[in-house]
DNA sequence: CGTGTAAGGAATTCTGACACG
DNA sequence: CGTGTAAGGAATTCTGACACG
């Protein structure tokens, strides 16, 4: 796994590197659209990957758009990538069949 | 700069990450092997470049050198990159001068 | 709904020192 | 020299709640 998925960052450098406060910052986890790790004392652990979400998410909120709406922005974007990569599998699948 | 150089990591993370006690980590800072930044609290902020870093300085202690010859190491090889630094701007500035 | 804030407590980190070797 | 540890204090984070709208 690379740096940029390693869920390392304490909140305060999130708020930092993102600008939006401590409250935001949780209560996006709270809608779900966000899943920092915990250590062994509860406090919450970001990654870099978590802080691009979040910049994204702020720029939602900042049109207008509403969490649960995000939420399922978010589904879709996964939806989209699995049937991407299921595509790719069963193509990789046809061209190795067709090699033999 | 990328997220590798970003000083954001608390020493905690840096300990779980590397292994090393924050009373080593501290140390090899007192030593100067290491410049973490500070959070205006006073707490340390570490990047992953910091990260690995560690890792090497922890191999050669592992292997009995001193802190202060690790710190000589450094030196070196920061000398080394200068130069080859200057090598490669004296001859991109020699190709230039040729191609007019 | 999304966000600020005050409140009390718990986890994390800080420094300087003593210990051992 | 390099590292562990106990000590006291300060910075950081946590949760649940009230407020506003």
Redesign the interface.
Known sequence: MS??E?K???I??VSE?TGLSLRKIRYYEERGLLLPER?NGGTR?YS?NDVEKLMDIANHIEDGMQTFEIKKMQKKKKQKEKVRDEMIRGQLNAAFRMSK
């Open positions: 740096y940029k390693k390392v960052l304490p305060g450098a590197l250590s652990k870099f």
